[in-house]
C-alpha cells in the first residue's frame, strides 16, 4: 500500500517560509487514483485541508490560505513539496501529507484519505 512520509525544518522563523517534503513509495504520484494533500492540525481545532496536487500537476488550494500556499511535485524523486510563506507562531503545528480520493470533476475535494504519513511537527519561532 501506499506509504507516505514528511519531511523538512522542525523550527522556521516568523515571516518566513516553510519547506515540507512528502516522498511517497508503493505507488507513482503520476498515476490518476489519488491526489497528494497537505492537510495540518492547529492545536484545538479540527484537521485543516491546505491545498492539493492531481496526477498531471493540477493544484488546488484552501480560499484561506490559498495566497500564501504553493504545493509543486519533482516525479523523478516521486515525491510533492509544500511551501507555505510568510508564517506566523499560529502556524506551529503537526502537518501532514495524505493520498487523498475526490470526485470525478470535483477531483480536488477530499471525500476520504487512504494513506497518511506519520505527520512533523513544525514550531514558528524566533
Known amino acids: 500500500q501506499v506509504q507516505l512520509q514528511e519531511s523538512g525544518p522542525g523550527l522556521v522563523k516568523p515571516s518566513q517560509t516553510l519547506p515540507l517534503t512528502c516522498t511517497v513509495s508503493?505507488?507513482?504520484?503520476?498515476?490518476?487514483?489519488?491526489?497528494w494533500s497537505w492537510i495540518r492540525q492547529p492545536p484545538a481545532k479540527g484537521l485543516e485541508w491546505m491545498g492539493v496536487?492531481?496526477?498531471?500537476?493540477?493544484?488546488y488550494y484552501s480560499p484561506s490560505l490559498k495566497s500564501r500556499t504553493s504545493i509543486s511535485r519533482d516525479t523523478s524523486k516521486n515525491q510533492f513539496s509544500l511551501q507555505l510563506s510568510s508564517v506566523t507562531p499560529e502556524a506551529t503545528t503537526i502537518y501532514y501529507c495524505?493520498?487523498?480520493?475526490?470526485?470525478?470533476?470535483?477531483?480536488?475535494?477530499?471525500?476520504?484519505?487512504?494513506?497518511w504519513g506519520q505527520g512533523t511537527q513544525v514550531t514558528v519561532s524566533s
Open positions: 496536487i492531481a496526477y498531471d500537476g493540477s493544484t
Open positions: 508503493g505507488g507513482s504520484i503520476t498515476t490518476s487514483y489519488y491526489a
Open positions: 495524505a493520498a487523498q480520493i475526490g470526485n470525478g470533476s470535483s477531483w480536488y475535494v477530499p471525500i476520504r484519505y487512504d494513506s
